[in-house]
């Protein structure tokens, strides 16, 4: 498998780990922002083979899981009228709302469909013209112009029974509201490789500036992810505070300016509710007037009882790091996959839910 | 339970069937044939010792590259009375049938079914059918049930792992899971992969001809290789360590599976199985295994260790360790 | 967060492209793809949009590093 299989060398990644170990004196927390960062460092069993010296904090994970509970009540109210037809990525099945899940809802007999893509999603309002189909936009930056494209061209061939309920999430400013409460006590951020595709590093350089916290941009590969961790060491241990990209055959400084022109030609941004973080300001993503014609929520009523997260629910500290989950009263007890409370239990990349599936205690 | 209605997650194989079996269907049924929960049951009637089992097939599409819903039928239950050491002799069939169905595809159906119970040596020797109004069944659902002979000396159950063993699999996994998955989402527009489903019996006798000592036999259907060798660990309160890198899978499988975000761990296999034998004897049943057709890949992927009873662990390619559990629900493409 | 895997160009038709990794092909998009990509070209797909062409030297260059230190430690073994 080209550009994935010589990123899983053991001979390379053996080579890695001894150099990390050379190098790495001063103890560090280091955070991978990103959920599928978070799976790849379990699924490969990284975290036993670092020194004592590293530890590794995940952060706010995937965008899946950080969707508001209101947010969930929202789609599973429209896939209780009987026109329409949810459609959404497979992520979402499973996401708990205030009281049920899409999958719950399927079962009772709601149309709910999984798709592979935005596209596919519009394909189902054009088989279906006697259908309502709505779409669930959820995504950071990597998806939501993917979804922005899917609009345009729904504008384009002038549909009129395809709608979106955007639920994005941004990650430059979840990052910064965290920085800013002083709750994160980190030493170097593990960039996210596919946002960065999309947004390039610019936010990551005014992060570097002004808290002083160096990153590198990852890739998702167990090679990857030991020479990020190399950079980030070689940059403390030397005092540098720079943003690098180790995922150089991904993610370019300057990002993807079409798709990022796209994704601002549809979407404005939007105050955002996280689930586990709270209100962050301008960290979500809302249709534009011009193409608010394809917005459920403007379209349907969805007025949904305020929800608030669990109250003794530690997501939050999670993902800021300043709590493991297993320091949580609800995980493994109440707190399963089968039945997640909060975000990092949710999706299968959320912390609690990789702490669960794949740690050795 | 977590849910008050029947979700998909309870017929997936993994968690959520585990907790439909413990919670409404043990405590109703349960004696000690059924409890052991194996692939089928054995038992001495009449003095000859049998094993019997039955299965459901509900497969969507109901064809697809590699077999059809016929095929798997025959299969499916050919292989869960070999993985008691039981020679499969005689199955019955039960149809259900939408209304409209072609008469066409029956046929194709049924010369599946017929070259399957030919290459499996076995016979069809009762059956039902029944039609049902269009809308009541989706095209056609089929159950089979078999009945074999297992030999006086045989026993073999998934609570017979014992430290020490070597964790045997006869070939690639994941290939039947993700290939269905892509057929019925049309997830590809073309792609190599192709169910693995087989009948196992012929490779079972094989194995069972080098006068080996086996101790486990599982085939790894629903839930993967994953869920299976939990199954395995939990029954028999042993440990098993497998080796990532030794475990066989097709590279078109694997490309698939990253593309969809899916663990070829938990996907499904109709044409493979775990055996768990000395291991003293395993390089023998290796090579017995990689005589036969369907066990030409068949590799040591494992042992079976005595510390953390219940747990299976995964020694990485790269060096590290992870905990390997059941299957949680139903696996969906996801871009997360 | 986002899952997307390299694919490579095989055919190329307005916004659409056909891409296969290791027999695997499918339909994806080209609407936000960074730059325009060629038959043969590798291009990095998430959600079935194509986002952003793998420059082949610069993936090269990246694991080239770790290769050379590991050549020269199989010499000094040997």
């Not at chain 1, 996959?337 to 999706?347: A, H, K, R, T, Y």
Request: charged fraction near 20%.
């Amino acid at each position: 498998m080209k550009h994935l299989s010589e990123y899983r060398d053991k001979h390379i990644a053996k080579k890695l780990i001894d150099a990390i170990w050379d190098l790495s004196e001063t103890p560090v927390r280091l955070m991978e922002v990103c959920g599928s960062h978070t799976v790849s460092i379990f699924r490969h069993g990284i975290r036993q083979m670092l020194p004592e010296t590293i530890q590794l904090i995940s952060g706010p994970g995937c965008p899946v899981c950080v969707t508001a509970r209101a947010e969930i009540d929202r789609a599973i109210v429209l896939s209780s009228y009987p026109e329409v037809i949810i459609t959404t990525f497979g992520d979402m099945i499973r996401v708990p709302g205030s009281l049920s899940t899409l999958q719950k809802q399927r079962a009772g007999g709601a149309d709910v469909r999984v798709v592979y893509s935005s596209f596919d999603a519009l394909k189902t309002a054009c088989e279906n013209p006697k259908k309502t189909v709505v779409f669930l936009a959820i995504g950071f930056e990597t998806t939501a112009p993917a979804i922005a494209a899917t609009v345009l061209e729904a504008k384009r061939i002038k549909i009129d029974n395809f709608f979106i309920l955007s639920a994005h999430k941004l990650l430059p400013p979840a990052l910064t509201a965290l920085l800013n409460s002083d709750r994160l006590n980190i030493q170097g951020f593990i960039y996210p490789g596919h946002v960065t595709t999309i947004i390039g590093t610019l936010a990551y350089e005014q992060i570097a500036q002004k808290h002083g916290i160096p990153g590198v941009v990852c890739g998702f590969e167990p090679i990857d992810i030991l020479e990020t961790i190399f950079m980030l060491i070689r940059q403390i241990e030397q005092g540098e505070t720079t943003v690098e990209i180790q995922y150089k055959r991904g993610a370019t400084a300057t990002g993807n300016l079409r798709a990022t022109e796209v994704l601002n030609q549809v979407f404005i941004t939007c105050d955002s509710n996280w689930r586990g973080l709270g209100l962050i300001p301008e960290s979500g993503l809302t249709l534009r007037d011009e193409y608010r014609s394809f917005a459920a929520e403007d379209y349907f009523d969805l007025k949904v009882q305020p929800a608030k997260d669990h109250p003794d629910c530690v997501c939050g500290e999670v993902i800021c790091g300043t709590k493991n989950p297993a320091e949580c009263r609800f995980y493994r007890k109440v707190c399963t996959p089968q039945n997640p409370i909060g975000p990092c239990m949710v999706s299968t990349e959320g912390t609690c839910a990789a702490y669960y599936k794949y740690y050795i205690a | 339970m977590v849910s008050d209605k029947i979700i998909l997650d309870h017929g997936s194989g993994g968690r959520s069937s585990q907790e439909l079996i413990e919670k409404l269907f043990l405590p109703r049924f349960g004696n000690s044939l059924l409890n052991e929960l194996n692939d089928s049951a054995v038992f001495e009637l009449g003095g000859a010792k049998l094993a019997f089992t039955t299965d459901s097939f509900v497969v969507d599409p109901i064809f697809f590259p590699g077999g059809d819903i016929g095929s798997l039928a025959i299969c499916g239950t050919v292989n869960d009375l070999s993985m008691r050491g039981a020679r499969p002799s005689y199955l019955s069939v039960g149809f259900i049938i939408e209304e409209g169905f072609l008469i066409k595809e029956l046929e194709q159906i049924l010369f599946s079914m017929e070259k399957v119970a030919f290459e499996a040596d076995i016979q069809i020797v009762t059956g039902d059918t029944k039609v049902v109004p269009k809308g009541a069944a989706d095209k056609i659902f089929i159950n089979t049930s078999g009945i074999g002979l297992v030999p006086a000396n045989i026993d073999i159950a998934g609570q017979n792992a014992r430290p020490g063993d070597a964790v045997l699999i006869s070939g690639t996994i994941a290939d039947h899971g993700i290939t269905i998955l892509s057929a019925r989402e049309g997830l590809f527009l073309d792609s190599p992969l192709k169910s693995d489903a087989s009948p196992l019996n012929h490779l079972v006798q094989k194995m069972l001809n080098t006068g080996s000592e086996i101790h486990v036999f599982r085939d790894p259907t629903r839930g993967g290789l994953a869920t299976t060798l939990n199954e395995i660990a939990i029954q028999s309160q042993v440990a098993i360590d497998i080796y990532e890198e030794a475990i066989p899978i097709n590279e078109s499988v694997l490309a698939a599976s990253e593309i969809l975000g899916l663990d070829p761990l938990y996907m499904a296999n109709e044409g493979k199985l775990i055996a768990i034998v000395p291991q003293s004897q395993a390089e023998a049943v290796l090579a017995a295994m990689r005589e036969t057709p369907y066990g030409r890949q068949a590799a040591l992927i494992g042992q079976v260790k005595e510390q953390n009873p219940g747990k299976v662990v995964m020694h990485t390619t790269i060096g590290g360790k992870r905990i390997i559990d059941m299957l949680t629900g139903e696996q969906l493409p996801r871009i997360c | 967060m986002c899952l997307a895997v390299p694919m490579e160009i095989k055919k190329i038709s307005g916004n659409i492209a056909l891409v296969e990794y290791e027999g695997a092909k499918k339909e994806v998009r080209l609407d936000i793809v960074d730059q325009q990509p060629a038959v043969g070209d590798y291009v990095i797909i998430h959600a079935g949009f194509a986002l952003h062409r793998i420059d082949e030297e610069e993936a090269k260059k990246s694991l080239r590093y770790w290769e050379e230190i590991l050549a020269k430690t199989d010499e000094t073994f040997e």
